[in-house]
């Protein structure tokens, strides 16, 4: 390519994702982004059939918004700057931005939501100390000489824990008896000494999110509240039970079960710290504070607190209130006395990861009427109505990772993750691309909504017979999503009556925990401003087809907001600011719990909202 040729390129810049790429002019962004590697959500294939491929422009612009656009995006999109990848043609350098759920999985990291970096407010120091080495003529203790040495920084009142007497004599002389002593306030005007750094290193802290299928982990600077890694990986309790509940019964029948379950997640844990750190360049003696949110059940769990009460009416929990647990004592490999905070849980279920649910999104505070729940394989619903907060949690199973499903599997390479169905025809996407080979759970809602509007599935859910698609096989009705020659696996990948229902069921617990909470408040669904949807599944879903399907109520798509892993963003908040833990136990103290087993009303809802 000669210079003059360079020079009549233009630039693209992606965001979130930072890469850039050089275009003809009249390239439209769906064309610039598969340049780029970057792979956007087009069931269609750039038809604009399908309105997923939505991006923003940030600055710069392209072409005359099309009148398929304006049938695809709403008004208010449209104004600020929303696009269809496929229909924006190119003309000038721009910058764009990718919503998340415009990305294929391969570059989700399920790790990004809602929550703004604050200010570091907890009490923690770095005082600088240098000792004298013992000597034959000075041959004082190494935990006195190091008390000797917090005196004379100022520092009298300090406890040393077991744990951190233990390792102080290493870390001193590895040192070279000069350095920082990390210092972190217990709320008496005393310090505890955490651990002994190089002058020079960075204090770091450790929040993480632990779903009952996934596990988020962020480093965070404690100097800056910046973060400095993060990574995600599978919470491994999953071997032992795809829900809360099973993971109770296999504590109840094993007498080592709940050690087996802390043991087994606390070991990816410190896999993970490892691998954030390496990435951070730092060590795991700069870890020296950790917040752990997660549902009552992930937060026993992990804390080693009983949970046989939690599967019994009337679940409860052994503990609600926050506490703060040395790492050391759950087997974290962290600063030698690092403690890891755990937020108040509400009750039932509903646990501390609601709690930072709502502080990342301003639900807690919001003088608006806002439903914000966090979609997961138990889904926690809180209302913000008239200054008061209700909540419940309504079991809706795992049918959203793919599980329960006859072609299911969770979001991987070749998962069917978008369905369109458009005048008799079937179009899929799948992950990276490939030729399908089982569908995700984004794609088993597409494909309920899809089949719906297309009159393949009543509204009980029964396949229709002789509809497009539908063929008898085994002695019942299945729909052909993908041929057995168009797929991977050699056979036909088929939505089968009883994946509707799962999907019916699981859609009907998160829709009648909705109209609970509104019929306590006394609130027509009409009446809310906002309708947050937060959770790795939630920020993936298409809403019109949740909507489409009753597992949301029919406000206007404008009202809706996905935020991502906003529990993960909250613990971050809880990490380094100790006025949003004086907030997280506001929002337990005040938080109202509707318990939807005993609720009058629940069962004939939960049917109601069943059908499509």
């Not at 929303?82 to 999985?105: H, K, N, W, Y």
């Not at 505890?192 to 002058?199: D, E, I, K, N, W």
């Not at 502080?359 to 008061?388: H, M, P, R, Y």
């Not at 109209?515 to 609130?523: G, I």
Request: proline share 3%.
């Amino acid at each position: 390519m000669s210079d003059e040729d360079a020079s009549k390129k233009l630039r693209i810049d992606f965001e979130p994702i930072g890469r850039r790429v050089k275009v003809s002019p009249g390239t439209t962004i769906l064309e610039a982004a598969r340049l780029a590697g970057i792979e956007l959500v087009s069931v269609c294939g750039g038809g604009g059939t399908c309105g997923r491929c939505k991006v923003r422009l940030m600055s710069g612009a392209a072409s005359e918004v099309t009148d398929t656009e304006r049938h695809k995006l709403s008004k208010s999109e449209i104004k600020e700057g929303f696009r269809l990848a496929c229909q924006a043609g190119l003309s000038e350098d721009v910058r764009i931005q990718i919503p998340p759920q415009s990305l294929t999985t391969p570059q989700r990291t399920q790790l990004e939501g809602e929550g703004e970096e604050l200010p570091v407010t907890i009490d923690w120091k770095a005082a600088t100390l240098a000792m004298q080495p013992p000597s034959l003529e000075d041959l004082t203790a190494d935990i006195t000489r190091f008390r000797s040495g917090l005196s004379g920084a100022g520092f009298s009142k300090v406890e040393i824990e077991s744990q951190a007497s233990v390792s102080l004599p290493e870390q001193l002389r590895k040192n070279l008896w000069q350095g920082q002593v990390v210092l972190r306030g217990t709320g008496t005007q005393k310090y505890r000494a955490v651990t002994f750094l190089p002058s020079e290193a960075v204090a770091v802290g450790m929040a993480v999110d632990v779903g009952t299928t996934k596990v988020a982990m962020y480093l965070v600077d404690l100097q800056n509240g910046g973060t400095l890694a993060k990574s995600g990986a599978m919470n491994p309790q999953i071997s032992y039970g795809e829900d809360v509940i099973s993971r109770i019964g296999y504590c109840n029948t094993h007498s080592d079960g709940r050690k087996v379950l802390q043991s087994v997640l606390v070991d990816t844990l410190n896999a993970m710290i490892e691998e954030n750190c390496q990435s951070a360049g730092v060590t795991r003696d700069q870890v020296v504070e950790g917040v752990v949110v997660g549902n009552t059940v992930m937060h026993h769990l992990f804390g080693g607190f009983p949970v046989q009460q939690l599967g019994e009416a009337p679940y409860v929990a052994a503990v609600s209130e926050a506490v703060e647990i040395p790492a050391a004592s759950v087997g974290l490999m962290m600063a030698p006395g690092a403690h890891v905070y755990l937020p108040p849980n509400i009750a039932g279920y509903v646990g501390g990861d609601h709690v930072a649910m709502l502080l990342a999104t301003g639900t807690w505070n919001s003088k608006k009427n806002v439903i914000a729940l966090d979609i997961g394989t138990n889904t926690e619903v809180c209302l913000a109505a008239q200054g008061k907060l209700y909540c419940c949690s309504c079991a809706s199973g795992p049918a959203f990772e793919g599980a329960h499903i006859q072609a299911g599997m969770r979001a991987a390479r070749g998962a069917i993750e978008r369905v369109e169905i458009d005048n008799g025809t079937v179009r899929v996407q799948s992950i990276g691309g490939l030729a399908p080979v089982g569908i995700c759970g984004s794609g088993i809602l597409d494909a309920v909504a899809e089949m719906t509007m297309a009159n393949v599935v009543d509204t009980r859910g029964s396949l229709r017979s002789g509809a497009l698609g539908v063929i008898a096989r085994n002695d019942r009705q299945e729909f052909v999503l993908v041929t057995a020659a168009e797929s991977g696996t050699g056979d036909d990948i088929v939505i089968t009556r009883s994946d509707v229902n799962q999907i019916q069921l699981a859609k009907a617990a998160i829709r009648a925990g909705v109209e609970v909470l509104l019929a306590v408040a006394k609130l027509d669904a009409a009446a809310l401003d906002e309708f947050i949807v937060a959770g790795a599944f939630g920020t993936y879903l298409d809403l019109e087809h949740a909507v489409r399907i009753g597992m949301f109520p029919g406000l206007p798509l404008e009202r809706f907001k996905q935020v991502g892993n906003a529990a993960g963003g909250g613990a971050k908040q809880l990490l380094v600011s100790k006025e949003r833990r004086q907030a997280a136990d506001v929002i337990a103290e005040k938080m109202h719990y509707v318990e939807l087993t005993t609720y009058r009303g629940f069962d004939q809802l939960y049917v109601q909202n069943m059908y499509l």
